[in-house]
């Protein structure tokens, strides 16, 4: 048996109690993960990645429907997701990516009230059995290495 080394879910698991919104508390306690804060929103590496360089864009305020953001909130999380995927294109090569959110539960939504984006980059061949059979996705470079990486490249 092979084991699958992912040091950083042990937050996750050992994790008892709700400590409010991820995507709220975030910026107030500057979480090691952000990758760039701006005026009205924050980019920061997704915890729980579906593939290496999973990141996420949300507002600093606290609102869970697309159409309740202001223009300078939609304006600014656009130009973050046109940034990290410049960043990322850079650092990390990726073939494409899937960018989107999802509103509501039955759309996917982990965290429904907060609105955020996520952009995850692809590469040909990175989904295998896995995710399928294990509820495992295979991530291969640690999370603090990656969000260097893309940091690094972001203006």
Not at 46 to 60: S, W
């Amino acid at each position: 048996m092979k084991n699958i080394w992912a040091p950083w879910r042990v937050d996750y698991i050992l994790k008892s109690e709700d400590t409010g919104c991820i995507f709220c508390n975030a910026p107030k306690i500057d979480d090691p993960l952000i990758l760039k804060r701006g005026d009205s929103c924050f980019s920061i590496m997704n915890r729980y990645p579906y593939t290496t360089g999973h990141c996420i864009i949300a507002p600093y305020r606290h609102i869970g429907d697309m159409e309740k953001l202001n223009k300078d909130e939609s304006i600014e999380m656009l130009s973050m997701i046109k940034e990290l995927v410049s960043a990322i294109k850079t650092t990390m090569k990726p073939q494409g990516f899937n960018v989107g959110c999802n509103i509501g539960s039955v759309a996917g939504a982990g965290v429904k009230q907060h609105i955020h984006i996520h952009i995850v980059p692809r590469w040909e061949g990175d989904t295998n059995f896995m995710p399928v059979l294990a509820d495992v996705h295979m991530i291969s470079e640690h999370i603090r290495e990656t969000r260097d990486k893309i940091k690094g490249a972001l203006s």
